[in-house]
């Protein structure tokens, strides 16, 4: 959520802090703003309510010129979305600052704040941070040790990038909760929530922990911890490949990620199998040891990656013939828990700086639990820092707000997981090839699934003036229908829940008429027949039918039952590959609908606040 570029350099930096901005237009927000130090040291602010694009329409009238700036994107938290509320903040014509996060103890230091004749011109919790800097210098403090007094007062999580127009030598930023990067220039530096910001200015990068805070001038980075200890950070070489953050052909980025998903999944198992094994190194050095010690299983995440662990779970119960419980991070985090020390923890997140999961990863480090795994889409993320073991998956940069590829690959590392853990407890080596062998072919079948989009375009038709649906699904598919579910409501905003299909009597029944559509997740399964006793529950009562199934399952099309065929798949990959046709009637319903498929309202790719 929000994003974060600064910039330090011998040469005007504008264009750089107007690129990081697009960079990072996809993790979600509603303003925009940019300032820098111009000449005199003065201030020169730009800032509008919307897209980046606005920003740069003002900046082509009104150019600003300067070496030293930030900038940032923001998601409303405090304060509506507004060009009032839109970072930089000002504070006393001297203070410059962006902030990610949220200041839980707002409201206390405002309060403070006012009684000292300070006048608020925002209705943010960030501007109260600026005031406090500023009252602070005016005290006599420099940059640095104002910043770091301040960061003392305030509670809640936050990123910090903050210039004083009486010290153009340099920036401060603070790390204390969601991410900041440093990246490393010649003679320049820059500071980014996402090292993605600097693509085209760096190639080296330091990401500050936990409670640091950094000095950064044109030739030089200090970096101090919560103590005011100067620590060293590693640092890290990263490139980027320019085709894997562009459009190309496709008109958005969720349509390029859904058709990228094939090469995703055999990126994802490539190196991780050898001689029809699970090779237990692609989860860390020590994973082995870890599994061996392993009697239960504890999985956390959000959103998306909390529907993959429902997944995993069915599959570890079954390969692994062990306990697996799954927990939304955000309720995980505040309850009392009773966790065995055998217990495995496994996180999940896409981007690696969920802020509910990585705290209770951070939580759980106080347990005697057996070990952390994070599986994860970013390297250099802070829960993969901050693990014991970890699984990259293979799905490369997600642009869209729209979970696609992160999804499915993440499915296959937990799978990768089962099986390892399996042959610990009765998967025979016979069942782990051939297990194996039909993994390795759900890429060709993907791609199958995405050959023809007519037949999902002509479905979408259904949905173009409904404002509502159920999805339906059992045993490995119920997880599967709520993923298409959060789907659909996240991009077309149409209102849609999943249920258990035998739950469908309990209560959602009474929603059920002819201007419901019911999307069904049928394979051709052991729990087949159970699933058509619902679905006659639903036509008897005039709801309309939207049925994923395959051709042998002998579900025909009729008056109010639509049939969209999936190719026919072992039971315990369906799950994956009936994820691909809900992407796409997803992203086709919301074209209908017209909304912003990249960059849906009220969402943001990497949710980094509570």
Aim: hydrophobic share 40%; with cysteine; net charge negative.
């Amino acid at each position: 959520m929000c994003g974060i570029v600064g910039a330090i350099a011998d040469r005007n930096i504008v264009s750089v802090l107007m690129d990081g901005l697009r960079r990072l237009e996809y993790r979600g927000y509603d303003s925009a703003g940019i300032a820098v130090l111009g000449e005199n040291q003065t201030i020169e602010r730009q800032r509008a309510e919307g897209k980046v694009s606005f920003l740069q329409e003002i900046l082509a009238k009104s150019p600003l010129v300067g070496n030293i700036g930030i900038a940032h994107t923001r998601w409303a938290t405090h304060g509506v979305p507004s060009e009032r509320n839109a970072h930089p903040h000002i504070a006393e014509n001297r203070v410059v600052l962006v902030h990610n996060g949220i200041i839980e103890n707002y409201q206390t230091l405002r309060e403070s704040l006012v009684a000292t004749g300070y006048q608020l011109r925002s209705d943010t919790d960030s501007e109260i941070v600026a005031g406090c800097i500023a009252k602070k210098l005016q005290a006599g403090e420099n940059i640095l040790s104002a910043v770091r007094k301040t960061v003392q007062e305030l509670e809640g999580a936050y990123a910090l990038c903050v210039m004083d127009a009486a010290e153009p030598d340099r920036l401060i930023g603070v790390r204390c909760g969601p991410p900041l990067v440093i990246g490393l220039g010649d003679n320049e530096n820059f500071l980014g929530s996402d090292a993605l910001a600097l693509q085209l200015v760096a190639e080296r990068f330091i990401y500050l922990e936990e409670g640091d805070i950094a000095e950064v001038s044109r030739f030089q980075v200090n970096i101090f911890d919560t103590d005011g200890n100067k620590v060293e950070r590693k640092v890290f070489t990263r490139t980027f490949q320019q085709d894997v953050v562009e459009k190309g052909e496709y008109s958005h980025y969720m349509l390029k990620e859904i058709f990228e998903q094939p090469n995703a999944i055999r990126d994802t198992l490539l190196g991780r199998i050898h001689d029809d094994k699970v090779l237990e190194a692609t989860f860390g050095a020590n994973a082995g040891q870890i599994f061996d010690k392993v009697k239960q299983v504890q999985i956390v995440a959000c959103g998306t990656s909390f529907h993959a662990g429902l997944v995993a779970r069915l599959w570890l119960e079954t390969f692994a013939n062990i306990s697996c419980q799954v927990e939304i991070a955000s309720e995980f985090r505040y309850r009392k828990r009773v966790t065995l020390p055998e217990t495995l923890f496994v996180c999940i997140s896409q981007s690696g700086e969920t802020a509910d999961t990585l705290a209770a990863l951070r939580s759980i480090k106080k347990d005697p639990v057996g070990g952390i795994l994070s599986i994860c889409n970013v390297p250099d993320s802070s829960l993969v820092r901050e693990s014991d073991c970890v699984f990259l998956t293979g799905a490369g940069p997600e642009i869209g707000v729209c979970s696609t590829k992160a999804f499915t690959t993440q499915l296959i590392a937990l799978f990768l997981l089962a099986l390892a853990l399996g042959r610990r407890r009765g998967l025979t080596a016979s069942q782990e090839q051939q297990l194996v062998h039909q993994l390795l072919e759900l890429p060709d079948i993907i791609e199958g699934c995405l050959a023809d989009k007519s037949h999902v375009q002509n479905i979408a038709q259904l949905f173009a003036d409904k404002a509502h649906t159920l999805f339906l699904g059992r045993g490995l598919q119920y997880p599967i229908a709520l993923e298409g579910a959060l789907k659909l409501k996240e991009i077309s905003y149409i209102h849609a829940e999943a249920y258990p299909a035998g739950e469908l009597k309990h209560g959602p029944l009474a929603l059920v008429d002819h201007k419901m559509p019911i999307v069904v997740l049928a394979p051709h399964d052991s729990l087949f027949e159970k699933l058509k006793s619902n679905i006659q529950e639903v036509r008897a009562r005039g709801g309309e039918l939207i049925v994923l199934t395959p051709p042998t399952a002998g579900i025909e099309p009729a008056e109010g039952i639509h049939v969209l065929e999936v190719p026919e798949v072992p039971e315990w990959f369906a799950p994956i590959v009936y994820t691909i046709p809900l992407q796409l009637l997803a992203y086709y319903v919301a074209l209908l609908k017209g909304t912003d498929v990249d960059q849906p309202r009220n969402l943001a790719k990497s949710v980094t606040v509570e």
